[in-house]
């Protein structure tokens, strides 16, 4: 459903149907808050987790094309961003169905790199990241999260010694790291909305696997 976050804006919540759950905040790529990201909050609700995620844009704006979708990144202010991705966890937090405990992050591409970024800057509150083809180049020591990466062979935005630079990062920092490549595929690969790109076999490994980390850490 559709619901107001108050001081984080506006965004798309859905509650599983046992009315409680871990939660898991979603954070979208640069086409905005399209219908695909939603329909990973309604995947991770079918999966037992309260899902939010929060409109990074505002006003529902998202783009089809990369150049329409580099457009409204232009306009997008940082600092109201971090000050959104902050409240947003607060916001899934103190949802009277999320359950005690520390939340998760996943995000995709752009929203990958503020989940990253989340993790260092909630340290307290955030207990997994699953990022996919996203990176992020901060001090990682005050994060207290397990990672989980998705990472295509061949990627323009995330090429593989980005991907190796932010793994060497996460593991001198000494957190918990898995991150997985997927041979033949380019950035997008997991979004079916994306054909050019969408690889349906590994989109599903990397579901699988991302369901299987988030139950081992939110629900240990």
């Given at each position: ?114 989940a ?23 001090d ?9 990466g ?71």
């Open positions: 459903m559709s619901n107001s976050l108050g001081s984080a804006g506006s965004g798309y919540a859905v509650v599983p149907e046992s009315g409680s759950g871990p939660g898991v905040l979603v954070l979208h790529a640069w086409w905005g808050l399209t219908p695909f990201f939603r329909s990973l909050c309604d995947r991770l609700a079918d999966a037992g987790y309260v899902a939010l995620a929060p409109d990074l844009y505002g006003d529902d704006l998202t783009a089809d094309t990369p150049d329409e979708a580099e457009a409204l990144l232009a306009e997008l202010d940082p600092n109201r961003t971090a000050n959104l991705v902050v409240a947003s966890v607060s916001a899934l937090r103190s949802m009277p169905a999320t359950t005690d405990g520390r939340v998760a992050v996943l995000g995709f591409s752009m929203g990958g790199s503020w990253l970024w989340a993790t260092a800057r909630m340290a307290e509150d955030v207990a997994a990241a699953v990022v996919y083809y996203a990176g992020q180049d901060i990682f020591a005050p994060a207290r999260a397990s990672f989980l998705h990472f295509a062979e061949y990627d323009e935005f995330e090429p593989e010694d980005n991907v190796n630079y932010l793994e060497a990062q996460l593991n001198l920092a000494k957190q918990d790291v898995t991150f997985h490549r997927y041979p033949g595929t380019a950035h997008w690969f997991a979004e079916s909305d994306r054909p050019v790109a969408y690889d349906p076999v590994a989109a599903e490994l990397a579901w699988d696997r991302t369901l299987g980390f988030l139950g081992e850490v939110l629900n240990s």
